[in-house]
């Protein structure tokens, strides 16, 4: 749970540093991306930072859940239920936020 936290905290801080810096638009997307590599100061650890902690943050989400498995906690139906949900939301907004930009 804590390293949950900890991940979506990162996730939610790089995010919006590299939104600073992002442009959208077709023609110049990739050379907004190569900007902030090459010269926002730490701009390559924020990138690599937002991108691997996203693998990790889904890790814990398993572990997570391979824990409630294990202890026997989707007894507690709409606990569990609920956990589902979140995780449906979760997969759905990374689906989004990697898709979309």
């Known amino acids: 749970g804590s390293l949950l936290g900890l991940c979506l905290a990162t996730q939610i801080l790089t995010g919006l540093?590299?939104?600073?810096?992002?442009?959208?638009?077709?023609?110049?997307?990739?050379?907004?991306?190569?900007?902030?590599?090459?010269?926002?100061?730490?701009?390559?650890?924020?990138?690599?930072?937002?991108?691997?902690?996203?693998?990790?943050?889904?890790?814990?989400?398993?572990?997570?859940?391979?824990r409630g498995l294990y202890y026997g906690s989707y007894l507690?139906?709409?606990?569990?239920?609920?956990?589902v949900v979140l995780l449906l939301l979760v997969m759905m907004t990374a689906f989004v936020g990697y898709v979309l930009p």
Not at 50 to 62: D, L, M, W
């Open 76 to 83: 507690y139906k709409e606990t569990w239920n609920i956990g």
């Open 17 to 66: 540093f590299l939104a600073m810096h992002y442009t959208s638009d077709i023609s110049t997307a990739f050379s907004s991306v190569t900007h902030i590599c090459r010269d926002v100061s730490y701009g390559w650890l924020i990138r690599n930072m937002h991108a691997n902690g996203a693998s990790f943050f889904f890790i814990c989400i398993y572990m997570h859940i391979g």
